[in-house]
């Protein structure tokens, strides 16, 4: 069993930075796909990035691509998503997931974090 523990996000101008981390227990992220996706009101869940590093293989929502990065530490216990130049429309609770294999699929994750709320005001 995996428990994801998310903690950042808030309130930030458009241009700003924001940074969300997500801390694993019961695994690291060594040999599981972590996920980043965001809802926001009225909207369905979105995909924003993933990567699993026991393939080096990444992928990012276009919109976000080259603003928005993840990383972890050494030991892959916390995954990090950086959000740089932020835009009103990236306003939403950004959720962390984790899953065994690589995907995309919200609905394919089975370790969900609980939500932070990002705020981006024009």
């Known amino acids: 069993q995996v428990q994801l523990v998310e903690s950042g996000g808030g309130l930030v101008q458009a241009g700003g930075s924001l940074r969300l981390s997500c801390a694993a227990s019961?695994?690291?992220?060594?040999?599981?796909?972590a996920g980043w996706f965001r809802q926001a009101p009225g909207k369905d869940r979105e995909f924003v990035a993933a990567?699993?590093?026991?393939?080096?293989?990444?992928y990012y929502l276009p919109s976000v691509k080259g603003r928005f990065t993840i990383s972890s530490d050494n030991a892959k216990s916390t995954v990090t998503l950086q959000m740089n130049n932020l835009k009103p429309e990236d306003t939403a609770v950004y959720y962390c997931?984790?899953?065994?294999?690589?995907?995309?699929?919200?609905?394919?994750?089975?370790?969900w974090g609980q939500g932070a709320q990002v705020t981006v005001s024009s």
């Open positions: 997931a984790a899953d065994p294999t690589w995907t995309t699929v919200a609905g394919e994750y089975h370790y």
């Open positions: 019961g695994r690291t992220f060594s040999r599981l796909t």
């Open positions: 990567i699993r590093w026991s393939i080096n293989r990444s």
